[in-house]
């Protein structure tokens, strides 16, 4: 462990998961790394070993806040998930893209596109983001066929899976040079092929 | 211009665009585009410039080439583009997963995630791509509206975005670990809410 008494693993950990979500793997530096969290680069090494260590390290970091925050609603007990969850989480995506952080898109989709095949670690991590959509909105839209909010005959699997992609479609618009309210109007075409169900 | 005999520039723009679209901008060396286009590194520079000058021209060479022809049904005056057009362009993708190349995504979506807030240029030609798919896309839709194919309420504005969104969704869930059925589904349910017009 490095010796430096402000030292704070979480905080570096959150300061590195921000570069790489930022940059993406391949642009971001040792240097970079040790600039942005404030710790010598031994110390970097020490802890957490080299830039692809601190890669999962930061994707496990960035599953257990920002995704975890994301999908609470579909991953807590009370109330159980319904249609009413899915239209929330895709508005506010709509409400967040007012914050310039949109830019950044999502670390996972980011990472599918861009590196995801080099290491196998990092393959299964994205391929356990997204069972974890999966499993997320499978469960929601079952409750919603229960509660009657859409058709008896609706194909879950496919909605599910049209729901993972459309995640993948939304972080990348949003991860793209298009102007902010051509991202909306897309999210808002979700929400209106949501109500057809 | 370099002294190689056989040195072709469309060939080498074309061996340079694979390379650029299989491993990213930031990950390809000018040692991998030496290697790969066959032409000296004093050919490459004396021919094209410097990488990021080559990356541009192998945008440039992806849209009039790979694109040019994924759009064509778009663009051609006879017959005009209608809801068919739509459902064939994503049926095509589906058809297209069975290839491995299904695997490299789309060269300017995957530009859009990974590079395009860095070069002026390289965020024009990501923005003029989605102008152009948004231009298609919203041509087939006012003909089928026309046409008596899809509802005369249809929001077109929102639906062209909805369908630009879906193929951002689509090339990058393809690129990404995920299977090839998991994609396909996705697909699948994009045409099924295109049923429902």
Chains 1, 2 share one sequence.
């Not at 260590?53 to 991953?75: C, G, P």
């Not at 066929?145 to 949003?174: H, K, M, W």
């Amino acid at each position: 462990m490095p010796r430096h008494k402000e030292f704070d693993p979480e905080t570096c950990l959150d300061q590195v998961m921000h570069l790489f979500w930022q940059k993406g793997y391949q642009d971001t530096s040792m240097a970079d790394l040790v600039q942005h969290s404030g710790v010598q680069r031994y110390g970097l090494y020490e802890t957490f070993g080299g830039k692809q260590q601190l890669f999962q390290l930061a994707l496990n970091w960035y599953l257990n806040t920002v995704i975890a925050q994301r999908l609470a609603m579909f991953e807590r007990n009370q109330p159980e998930p319904s249609l009413t969850e899915i239209k929330q989480f895709f508005g506010q995506f709509i409400a967040d893209l007012d914050h310039p952080s949109s830019f950044l898109g999502c670390l996972m989709c980011n990472t599918a596109v861009e590196v995801a095949s080099h290491d196998e670690t990092v393959v299964s991590m994205v391929q356990q983001y997204f069972e974890r959509l999966r499993r997320g909105f499978a469960r929601a839209l079952n409750r919603a066929r229960q509660n009657g909010e859409i058709a008896e005959n609706t194909d879950i699997p496919q909605v599910t899976e049209f729901l993972v992609g459309s995640v993948l479609g939304l972080t990348t618009y949003a991860r793209s040079p298009a102007p902010r309210k051509d991202v909306q109007t897309y999210v808002r075409g979700i929400l209106t092929m949501l109500e057809r169900l």
